[in-house]
């Protein structure tokens, strides 16, 4: 059993005692912030901290009412990630300015340039869309349901501004390896060139679904999908050199294992579990692809956007009680879209990462993986076996 399910089985008794923990290691991290503000040599604003304990008291208040009420039936995961993001792993720094990098604002840096951003209705992706069409690049949405796309472009037309590049739309389900095949000729055929993909879109949690292809769907879309769609555009983005590939994971990864004499989830399906692992091999694909990419004037790089309000948790399950609070505390501790989408645009735009190749990126700054993200041996079966699935043939 996981972590996962651990915690959101166990009892109320364990969980008064978990609220026990989190504000002990809450008081602990104030004193080390305390510290570190009394021994650095910069100038820190105590603004800053005095918003962090207000910020963690309504926090420890929204952790112990969903334990006394209902932390049963409540998706104590997500609550259990924001504290271990937020708290455990706490800031890199002390610090009043946004934890991303501000990078050149030029509004024409992406003039003649073709960036793909799959999942860029909703979410992440439809922000990220905006800021790369106000720097009036050639964007082109590749969603899967095309009412919803068409809706989501006006939006982005409306908030990109008077100067903007051009927004496309196409048709792309992740889910289905015809979908994809039949995107990847449509933009090989009408595109001269790709200068940026990113491999944006996910499913997060949702119930067991076998696609027609007869893979798990989170497996499939998060992996799968962007796999075979990466390899196929592959020979495009190398003509197109300089260019770039953004692989979107996520710090779920940790929680994530490949198990390859399972990795359909036919044998047990967690989905909480299913999530990470399509993750971890998000992390893996990107390793993998930049030793293939070497000397070829292609970068890849991952990154993780934090937790993000966006609807990816829509197949997670709140109680009709405890939803308003969640609702609010999601706005006050979770990052908006146009936050979690800061790092997306970084890779894509930014001189800074002009020829970085195979790291992996959290608020505009690269951060080290966990040995098993950085396992050559286990990146290089996964690719192998990948390829089987999609069927590619070299």
């Known amino acids: 059993m996981s972590i996962f399910k651990c915690v959101e089985h166990c009892y109320k008794p364990l969980n008064l005692f978990i609220i026990m923990i989190i504000s002990f290691c809450d008081l602990i991290w104030f004193m080390v912030s305390l510290l570190r503000l009394k021994n650095s040599t910069h100038h820190f604003s105590l603004s800053w901290l005095a918003k962090q304990r207000m910020r963690m008291c309504f926090k420890l208040l929204t952790y112990g009412y969903c334990s006394l009420i209902i932390f049963q039936s409540l998706p104590a995961r997500v609550i259990v990630y924001i504290y271990k993001l937020d708290v455990v792993d706490g800031p890199r720094q002390i610090s009043s300015e946004p934890e991303y990098k501000h990078f050149d604002e030029r509004f024409d840096m992406l003039r003649g340039k073709v960036i793909i951003v799959t999942g860029a209705n909703s979410g992440i992706g439809k922000a990220t869309t905006v800021e790369l069409l106000r720097r009036q690049g050639r964007v082109i949405m590749a969603c899967r349901d095309r009412e919803r796309a068409e809706k989501a472009a006006q939006e982005i037309k409306q908030e990109a501004g008077p100067e903007q590049g051009e927004l496309v739309i196409k048709l792309l389900d992740l889910a289905s390896l015809r979908s994809v095949r039949r995107f990847c000729e449509e933009i090989i055929k009408e595109e001269p060139r790709i200068d940026v993909l990113i491999n944006n879109a996910g499913i997060y949690q949702c119930p067991y679904t076998i696609t027609e292809d007869g893979f798990e769907l989170q497996f499939a879309v998060n992996h799968l999908g962007h796999f075979l769609l990466t390899s196929l555009l592959l020979d495009l983005l190398k003509r197109s050199a300089p260019s770039r590939i ?149």
């Open 246 to 394: 953004i692989v979107v994971s996520s710090k779920l990864y940790k929680y994530g294992d490949i198990n390859f004499d399972d990795l359909n989830s036919e044998q047990s399906y967690d989905k909480a579990f299913a999530y990470a692992r399509s993750k971890l091999a998000n992390l893996l694909f990107t390793l993998e692809l930049s030793h293939k990419l070497e000397e070829t004037g292609v970068t890849v790089n991952a990154l993780t956007p934090g937790i993000v309000r966006t609807n990816l948790g829509r197949h997670i399950h709140i109680p009709l009680l405890v939803k308003p609070l969640f609702n609010l505390a999601s706005r006050a501790f979770f990052k908006s879209p146009e936050e979690g989408a800061q790092t997306s645009i970084f890779l894509a735009c930014s001189p800074d990462v002009e020829g970085v190749l195979g790291k992996y990126f959290s608020n505009c700054q690269e951060e080290q993986l966990l040995a098993k993200a950085t396992d050559e041996e286990v990146a290089k079966k996964l690719w192998d076996i990948s390829e089987v699935m999609v069927g590619i043939t070299t």
